[in-house]
């Protein structure tokens, strides 16, 4: 069974960092999608960053526009780990964030095909 918890939320003060972490387990990790989405009061989720299981996909890593330059995505298969540097954080990037794990994710989409995701981590920015 396809399992993931996030970690590493909390508040913080805007142009301030956060690194978020997504603990994998049941699941070959190396061979899934990752994705870091977030859900902001009386917003839709949205996809914020994204990463391919695999090398030479054109459109990975994926980032949001409004994070891009800000925030990094990695993974370490090794260790079935998935973080999210967030950098320069800002009032507007509070919102409650998930990592998903998927046989195939879009981050433009909002997808998480065959796959799972976490419970979520609060991250407020103070301005």
């Known amino acids: 069974e396809v399992h993931v918890v996030e970690s590493g939320g909390g508040l913080v003060q805007a142009g301030g960092s956060l690194r978020l972490s997504c603990a994998a387990s049941?699941?070959?990790?190396?061979?899934?999608?990752i994705g870091w989405f977030r859900r902001a009061p009386g917003k839709a989720r949205e996809g914020v960053a994204c990463?391919?299981?695999?090398?030479?996909?054109?459109?990975?890593?994926y980032y949001a526009h409004s994070v891009k330059g800000r925030f990094t995505i990695s993974r370490d298969n090794a260790k079935n780990t998935a973080d999210l540097q967030m950098n320069s954080l800002k009032p507007e990037d509070t919102a409650v964030y998930y990592c998903?794990?998927?046989?195939?994710?879009?981050?433009?989409?909002?997808?998480?095909?065959?796959?799972?995701w976490g419970q979520g981590t609060q991250v407020t920015v103070s301005s």
């Open positions: 990463i391919s299981r695999g090398e030479g996909s054109e459109d990975s890593p």
């Open positions: 998903a794990a998927g046989r195939s994710i879009s981050c433009r989409v909002v997808s998480v095909y065959d796959g799972s």
């Open positions: 049941g699941f070959t990790f190396g061979r899934y999608d």
